[in-house]
Structure formats: structure tokens, C-alpha cells
């Protein structure tokens, strides 16, 4: 059964910088894309980032892009999100999602493993 298990949430400052981690088991991580979503109190589900099995190629969201960096380890299974510049809007659970496929998507219903997310909040 696979699953992916996020860590690295907590609470930050505004400015301050996180790194969120997600440890994948019983996937075929190196040809799978992965990517990172979120979701704030009383609003949907947003696409953060993703990337491509090899690493070779990342897609941001406009809110995120040059704070945020998405990579990956295919030799430990994981990948990381990168945070940096963050800003109180940032406050929400992330998720770790894995598709059966190596290409990058940003919607949701393309991936098809999802971890319990793990909490991000940033004061002001």
C-alpha cells in the first residue's frame, strides 16, 4: 500500500523559511511526478508545485513562484518544498501528492496518492 507521509510543517514568522519533506513507501518513486497542494481554512484546495520523475522539470503556481522550490531524491523516496519569503497567505495544510505517471499535472484528480498533510502557519 503506498503511502506518503509529510513532515517539516510548524509555525514560522513572515519572511521566515520552512522545508517540508514527504517520504514516499511502496511507490515506484523514480517514475512517478509528485507534486505539493494546499489547502487554508474555508477556501479549495490549491496546486503548489510539481515535478517531473527525473527532477528535470518543476511547475509553480503565480503565488509561489521564486519562494517556493520543489525537489526530489529518487535514491531516498522523498521530495521537499522549499519555502522561503513566507507570507501569512501561505498559512494552510500541505499536502504530498504521487501519480502513477512520470508527467507533471496541477490538477488534483490527476494524482493518485495523496499524504495527511501536515500544517504550515505563518504569523504576521
Known amino acids: 500500500q503506498v503511502q506518503l507521509v509529510e513532515s517539516g510543517g510548524g509555525l514560522v514568522q513572515a519572511g521566515g523559511s520552512l522545508r517540508l519533506s514527504c517520504a514516499a513507501s511502496?511507490?515506484?518513486?523514480?517514475?512517478?511526478?509528485m507534486a505539493w497542494f494546499r489547502q487554508a481554512p474555508g477556501k479549495e484546495r490549491e496546486f503548489v508545485a510539481s515535478?517531473?520523475?527525473?527532477?528535470?522539470?518543476?511547475v509553480y503556481s503565480d503565488s509561489v513562484k521564486g519562494r517556493f522550490t520543489i525537489s526530489r531524491d529518487n535514491v531516498k523516496n522523498t521530495v521537499y518544498l522549499q519555502m522561503n519569503s513566507l507570507k501569512p497567505e501561505d498559512t494552510a495544510i500541505y499536502y504530498c501528492?504521487?501519480?502513477?505517471?512520470?508527467?507533471?499535472?496541477?490538477?488534483?484528480?490527476?494524482?493518485?496518492?495523496w499524504g495527511q498533510g501536515t500544517q504550515v502557519t505563518v504569523s504576521s
Open positions: 501528492a504521487a501519480r502513477s505517471s512520470g508527467d507533471i499535472r496541477v490538477l488534483g484528480h490527476r494524482y493518485d496518492y
Open positions: 511502496e511507490l515506484t518513486f523514480s517514475t512517478s511526478a
Open positions: 515535478i517531473n520523475y527525473s527532477g528535470g522539470r518543476t
